[in-house]
């Protein structure tokens, strides 16, 4: 992924799903081709295959299964996420936590493929653990501020700043991003200054009245 970036974290919002999730992700391309942004999507895993296929900008996985590929049915092996066409996965996102031990033996197998890797992190302590796992990129995003009103580079910029430290510290490979209520140009570039190389954000987009205007608005904090 180029950084600085924003990455679209889709859910399993109503309004991006099958046919509603290729169509913000053609607008997300569409801005990203348009301003040269960095603009990353993370659809369900019913909609990687179609959206690698049809947009020619990253799409990354919102979860993969610490399981081998093989007779797992229901599991989701990141071998699937690559055969799909994903760059990455988002692995413990506060929806969705993983087990440490789990995150020990799935972030090596990522970086084995090379699927690229942001591991979620609810606080300070979390972001450390999971930096010391070696993935590309650590986001930290507090829970209680998630599809909130007020960003997270507003509401705790100690946080961001803090992670930003302690992960440098326990391992400079590590690059950080934030998230959690991030809907405005001037919330990433917030996010930029307190030393993160870009946010994760779901519902100022895929929820937005006007998804290609919140988008490009967000883009512009990217400059
Ligand atoms: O993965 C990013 C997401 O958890 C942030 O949600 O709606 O506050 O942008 P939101």
Redesign the pocket.
């Known amino acids: 992924m180029r950084t600085p970036a924003i ?1 679209v ?1 889709f ?1 399993a919002y109503p309004e991006a799903m099958g046919p509603k999730a290729l169509a913000v992700a053609k607008i997300a391309a569409e801005i990203a081709n348009r301003t040269g942004a960095s603009i990353v999507v993370a659809p369900a895993a019913t909609d990687v295959a179609r959206i690698a296929h049809e947009v020619r900008i990253p799409v990354f996985a919102q979860h993969v299964d610490a399981v081998e590929a093989g007779a797992r049915t229901g599991w989701l092996p990141p071998e699937a996420a690559l055969e799909a066409g994903a760059a990455g996965t ?1 692995l413990n ?3 969705r936590k993983i087990p440490m031990k789990n995150l020990q033996a799935i972030i090596p197998r990522c970086e084995a493929l090379g699927l690229e890797v942001v591991g ?1 992190a609810d606080d300070l302590a979390e972001a450390e653990s999971i930096a010391r796992l070696g993935p590309e990129y650590v ?1 930290i ?1 507090p829970p209680e ?4 009103d007020v960003s997270v580079t507003r509401a705790k910029p100690e946080v961001v700043s803090g992670a930003v430290a302690r992960i440098r510290k326990v391992n400079p490979r590590v690059e950080v991003l934030c ?5 405005t140009a001037k919330d990433v570039a917030r996010a930029i200054e307190l030393g993160t190389v870009g946010v ?5 987009v895929v ?1 937005a009245k006007d998804p290609k205007k919140a988008l490009a608005d967000l883009a512009r904090g990217l400059r």
């Open positions: 990455v974290n859910k988002l996102h506060s929806e979620c986001a995003e501020l998630i599809g909130g998230g959690a209520g991030v809907r994760l954000l779901a519902s100022g929820k």
